[in-house]
């Protein structure tokens, strides 16, 4: 495999300005994901689209309000390019409002977006292309909003505005009934994503992981301990409230310690049958500090010389094998045998997006971090002890330690952005959307006065009629 990767491996240039937002793949610095600006710049515009959508309704559903001063108008001697002029220029007017009031509550709320997405955006007030931008795109959504409400009310003859047909006329149309159930549809949509987003989320972070991410302590930077570390380990073991600990970098989080390797079975060929391996350094108390099961053979015993050369495999690798009984094999990459002895249950070690890799765990010294596993019933007093004990062994040293299950979360901050702001981008689709269909109900309502009146008279309740 490694070979294979070889021959079809390419160097790219990159431009540096293009880091940022297209290499989520670069570790060691912060980055953003162009894939998710796309994702909000069209949730954006399809607020926007349901916004424009909400004037065209009510604009054409005014239209038997003005159709009076449209009748006389045009009796008068106005011509229809001078109408749809007219309209044009309200609906420029109303864009030019609407940006206005946008702009300054864009302004007022980017702190509370800020926070809501981890970011640090701000309004570009000074750059010479943002005036430009604002102008073409107020010019732009006030033409496509305005146009079709400025053809059709246009389009009205006076004979028949004077004789009174246009108000019936404008009660009901098909084209206002299709852009209401396109903005309903869309809402709709915007909430399905939501929603699968908080599901996704709620999956990852309950999902069974092979290993027990709760009430397990991190303490970092246990290297400067030196020698000390092993009473530093036995010390915390004697502790009432804490159930194991182990030694070891290597932790299934992102950004731990990793170690690949290329591997074979030592009972096969090499040609054709290498697989990339992580090598993980770990103690006799790592499964059991994580909560991993055996599901083959048994666990290290610091006692047995032969272990020094001894690993543990996941049913991954053991897949890789493709042997009956993978307690039987032995593996090399080339300067160590490692003989196997056990066979562990899966465990996500990355993120869930990709997929569980062949691992190995072998007897090492990687004492960077300690894994204490503590009893859930004691948090409080487990870190009072944890505290004391690392003061007594290196009382010049000051304790770092963090949560796993606070690092396995963090690994996901950036789904749980998304599912916030999707939510927030959702309700406020929703919001326009209703508001949209409230004015023309009410303006339908107004035309239907008379009919509502008539329904009274000959005995229609209000509950009917509301029906």
């Not at 515009?45 to 005014?62: D, P, Y």
């Not at 079975?265 to 055996?294: A, C, I, P, R, S």
Request: charged share 20%; proline share 3%; hydrophobic share 45%.
């Amino acid at each position: 495999e490694l070979e294979q990767a070889n021959r079809s491996a390419r160097l790219i240039l990159q431009p540096i300005s293009a880091i940022h937002l297209h290499s989520t793949d670069i570790e060691g610095e912060e980055h953003g994901d162009i894939r998710f600006v796309w994702l909000f710049g069209a949730i954006a515009g399809f607020i926007l689209l349901i916004a424009g959508i909400n004037f065209v309704n009510l604009s054409t559903a005014r239209s038997a309000n003005r159709a009076k001063e449209i009748g006389l108008r045009k009796t008068v001697g106005s011509t229809r390019e001078y109408l749809i002029g007219q309209f044009l220029s309200e609906s420029l007017l109303f864009s030019a409002f609407s940006f206005l009031l946008g702009l300054i509550l864009a302004w007022l709320l980017l702190p509370y977006f800020n926070q809501l997405a981890g970011k640090s955006l701000y309004l570009p007030w000074l750059s010479p292309w943002f005036l430009p931008i604002i102008l073409l795109s107020i010019f732009l959504v006030g033409i496509l909003a305005g146009i079709y409400p400025a053809f059709y009310l246009s389009s009205f003859k006076p004979i028949q505005v004077l004789k009174g047909k246009i108000s019936k006329g404008s009660k009901s149309s098909n084209l206002q009934s299709a852009l209401v159930v396109f903005q309903f549809t869309t809402s709709i949509v915007m909430i399905i994503g939501t929603l699968v987003v908080t599901r996704q989320m709620n999956f990852i972070l309950n999902k069974k992981l092979g290993f027990e991410k709760d009430q397990v302590v991190i303490l970092q930077g246990a290297q400067t301990l030196g020698e000390k570390i092993p009473t530093l380990k036995m010390q915390l073991q004697k502790l009432p409230a804490v159930q194991t600990v182990s030694v070891s970098d290597y932790l299934p989080i992102h950004g731990a310690k990793r170690n690949g390797n290329e591997m074979w079975d030592l009972h096969k060929e090499k040609d054709g049958n290498t697989f990339g391996v992580q090598v993980w350094q770990v103690d006799g108390d790592y499964l059991k500090t994580m909560g991993m099961k055996l599901t083959q053979g048994r666990n290290f015993s610091e006692g047995m010389r032969t272990d020094s050369q001894a690993v543990i495999i996941n049913q991954a690798l053991a897949k890789k094998l493709n042997v009956a009984d993978p307690l039987s094999r032995t593996i090399t990459n080339g300067w160590q045998k490692l003989k196997v002895i056990g066979v562990v249950e899966d465990f996500h070690f990355e993120s869930m997006r990709e997929n569980i890799e062949p691992l190995c765990m072998k007897l090492g010294n990687s004492p960077n971090m300690l894994a204490v596993k503590i009893n859930s019933e004691h948090v409080q007093k487990a870190m009072q002890g944890i505290n004391a004990t690392w003061k007594e062994i290196a009382p010049s040293q000051p304790i770092r330690y963090t949560f796993l299950d606070d690092s396995f979360a963090q690994m996901y901050d950036d789904v749980k952005r998304i599912g916030r702001i999707c939510s927030t981008f959702a309700i406020l689709a929703i919001i326009v959307a209703c508001l949209g269909l409230f004015a023309l109900s009410t303006y339908l309502a107004e035309q239907r006065s008379k009919e509502i009146g008539i329904r009274k008279v000959l005995g229609a309740s209000v509950s009917s009629i509301l029906a």
